[in-house]
């Protein structure tokens, strides 16, 4: 993900956001996640990796749920994980201290899968 993508329609807050309280996107133009290994359990995955963020890493293991599949021009798996990190184990340590700003932060990844046409 392009760091410097953040919009929450507030073009402050996204400044702020982009600077080095937070991302310090102008040095950490990206937000990455990469696998590891990936292993299937039951109709899921568990998927570990590192996820890289602010100039920091990370290893993170992602419960995945698989959450349909299908047939519409092609076939199609979609995917779906919830986790928390804490922030500050990225270097984004603003309003922490003080409370203004919680330490974790939840994230939602939804993934389409779709195969590809011969």
């Not at 299908?70 to 199609?76: P, Q, S």
Request: hydrophobic residues 35%; glycine residues 10%; charged residues 30%.
């Amino acid at each position: 993900i392009e760091t410097a993508s953040v919009n929450t329609k507030n073009q402050k807050r996204d400044d702020h956001l982009k600077n080095a309280d937070f991302f310090n996107a102008k040095e950490n133009p990206e937000i990455a996640f990469t696998s590891t290994k990936i292993a299937k359990k039951g109709d899921g995955l568990e998927v570990t990796g590192d996820l890289a963020m602010a100039g920091k890493k990370r290893a993170v293991t992602l419960h995945v749920e698989k959450v349909g599949e299908g047939e519409m021009y092609g076939k199609r798996l979609g995917y779906s994980t919830t986790f928390t990190i804490k922030r500050s184990e990225f270097g984004m340590n603003y309003g922490i201290d003080k409370n203004a700003h919680g330490d974790e932060v939840t994230l939602m990844i939804d993934l389409e899968l779709v195969q590809p046409k011969k």
